[in-house]
């Protein structure tokens, strides 16, 4: 059985930092690509980052570069957000998620998700 | 980037009957449109991806429809459990993939 768990989330004071981290098992995790996504409170869904099966191929949404960093240990099942200058609208839950088959970030829907860990900024 | 419009934005239904939701793209995504559901407190569920396949394990009372820039998922025979949030989200040229901002079915 494919899980996905989430953890790392907690109150952030803005431009404060947080490292999140997704467990994985049940699926040979190097093999798919993930993504990170979020959710603020009462809103829509926000894709926030993508890492390919290797982890040498990194994608952000704009509103994200040069703050979030996405990473992956492939030997410990492990995917990793390390979120950095938080602000306000940062808050959110935030969502791991692994497509539906291959290594590389593409033309695909996810197919498992977590249960998501929430990152509350405020001062 | 590519918006994606779901309507209504709430639906009221009874247990028993059919709901159709819709789903429209602000340009052609082809088939590559996935169907979720998301209960409260929980991840989101994959429904249907590439328009009309139903992902592993999801009942056959789920069915997605469409192509180009028109979708809808029709939810047949009702059940309480359904009774949430939907989103559609396409993913035609990879990230960054977006969502339709949600349509919640309600008795």
């Known amino acids: 059985e494919v899980q996905l768990l989430e953890s790392g989330g907690g109150l952030a004071q803005p431009g404060g930092s947080l490292r999140l981290s997704c467990a994985v098992s049940?699926?040979?995790?190097?093999?798919?690509?993930m993504s990170w996504f979020r959710q603020a409170p009462g809103k829509g869904l926000e894709w926030v980052s993508a890492i390919n099966g290797d982890g040498d191929s990194a994608y952000y949404v704009d509103s994200v570069k040069g703050r979030f960093t996405i990473s992956r240990d492939n030997s410990n099942n492990v995917l990793f957000l390390q979120v950095n200058s938080l602000g306000v609208e940062d808050t959110a839950v935030y969502f791991c998620a692994r497509v539906g088959g291959g290594p590389n970030v593409g033309r695909d829907a996810f197919h498992f998700w977590g249960q998501g860990t929430l990152v509350t900024v405020s001062p | 980037e590519i918006v994606m419009t779901q309507s209504p934005a709430t639906l009221s239904v009874s247990p028993g009957e059919r709901a159709t939701l819709s789903c429209r793209a602000s340009q052609s995504i082809n088939s590559d449109l996935a169907w979720y559901q998301q209960r409260p407190g929980q991840g989101l569920r994959l429904l249907v991806y590439g328009a009309s396949t139903r992902a592993t394990g999801i009942p056959a009372r789920f069915s997605g429809r469409g192509s180009g820039t028109q979708f809808t998922l029709t939810i047949t025979s009702l059940l309480s459990e359904d009774f949430t949030v939907y989103y559609c989200q396409q993913y035609v040229n990879g990230p960054p993939y977006t969502f339709g901002q949600g349509t919640k079915l309600e008795i």
């Open positions: 049940g699926f040979t995790f190097s093999t798919h690509a």
